[in-house]
């Protein structure tokens, strides 16, 4: 009797084992850091994406869950020696993503080599959600439901993140990067908060928001940016006025406030890099629209005397894997080609 019992318990024991096996992806680990809710966001659900990232679910007030491209969660990846080395602290790269699609996830599994560009390097890889159309701006309409995203982003998620993981947490102990949308959210947010970021790259950005010129036929010559931020808003089922306000002078106040062009001064005394492709042809409407807005971006910095790194890097093609359009064959490219100025400019242990 005593030993068909304990065979059925052993029987249970190997049932239940199996069972966390599945429920684990592949190479997940047991030890996490404890992610706390705080700062005005509330944390309701923690698992592995891999050996080194960690997807946290949230919810916060200062972003309706409408607004945002599934469930409101954040990705983080550690430095694959985080754990053994208990006492030591990291810099943090804020890594955000595009538009109309894009998620937290997009860096990781929705096309991004992230893991595969930052392996081995000292750093923690912060990617926020930041909506379906969001920005990174705090809404002028938010009557469909709240989109503070700068709020978010800098009052609650950064400091969120020095609370509960082993960060530097200084300016010289940040950096922000993004593309598309996120690489003009990188460098409205380093314009916004100088003091918070030692570097921002932007990979085929939106830099500049005084480009409101509309295709005709798609005509890439004259697609312009603020035409791209109003016809996304629409597709999702918002008012084009409602990021930025009214895209047409003179009633265009939101739009100048914001646009990076105006701002390049702005940026003194943080690095800036800039990276984008050829986007020539109808081909890719979104990639040459955003080349046109880095050349003017470019030549505002140079003006206003601010030290910058700014490549087109055309159609590299071959092993590259970049074609020079508006894609993550090209945004990984630059990724990792800016990554070693994003290093250089941080504090590493």
């Not at 595009?98 to 996830?105: M, Q």
């Not at 492709?277 to 050349?295: C, F, H, K, W, Y």
Request: proline share 6%; hydrophobic share 40%; with cysteine.
């Amino acid at each position: 009797m005593r030993t068909t019992r304990n065979r059925g318990r052993f029987a249970l024991l190997l049932i239940s084992v199996a069972l966390a096996l599945v429920a684990s992806p592949p190479g997940a680990r047991a030890d996490a850091p404890d992610m706390a809710s705080g700062n005005g966001i509330s944390v309701t659900g923690t698992r592995w994406i891999s050996t080194r990232t960690l997807e946290v679910d949230i919810t916060t007030a200062k972003v309706a869950a409408a607004a945002v491209n599934g469930p409101h969660r954040v990705r983080i990846t550690l430095p694959a020696d985080y754990f053994e080395r208990p006492t030591t602290r990291w810099p943090v790269l804020y890594l955000l993503h595009g538009g109309s699609g894009g998620n937290s996830a997009q860096w990781t599994t929705g096309g991004g080599n992230e893991e595969a560009i930052t392996a081995g390097q000292p750093l923690i890889t912060v990617m926020p959600d930041g909506g379906k159309v969001g920005w990174f701006t705090n809404w002028v309409d938010q009557s469909q439901g709240a989109q503070s995203w700068e709020d978010f982003h800098i009052n609650q998620l950064i400091p969120w993140i020095d609370a509960n993981l082993r960060t530097i947490a200084s300016k010289q102990g940040r950096a922000i990067a993004g593309l598309s949308m996120g690489g003009f959210g990188a460098v409205h947010y380093a314009q916004d908060h100088p003091e918070l970021f030692a570097y921002v790259a932007s990979f085929s950005g939106a830099v500049d928001l005084g480009d409101y010129r509309k295709a005709p036929s798609q005509d890439w010559q004259n697609y312009g940016t603020r035409f791209v931020i109003g016809e996304q808003a629409m597709q999702n089922g918002y008012l084009f006025t409602a990021p930025f306000g009214n895209p047409f002078p003179p009633l265009d106040t939101g739009y100048q406030q914001a646009n990076p062009v105006n701002r390049a001064a702005d940026l003194s005394g943080v690095g800036v890099g800039l990276w984008v492709g050829s986007g020539i042809g109808p081909q890719d409407v979104l990639e040459g629209t955003m080349s046109r807005s880095n050349a003017v971006f470019d030549k505002a910095l140079t003006a206003a005397g601010v030290p910058h790194y700014y490549l087109n890097y055309g159609r590299p093609g071959g092993s590259t894997g970049c074609d020079g359009g508006h894609n993550f064959g090209c945004w990984n490219y630059a990724f990792s080609l800016a990554l070693p100025r994003i290093l250089a400019a941080l504090d590493t242990p």
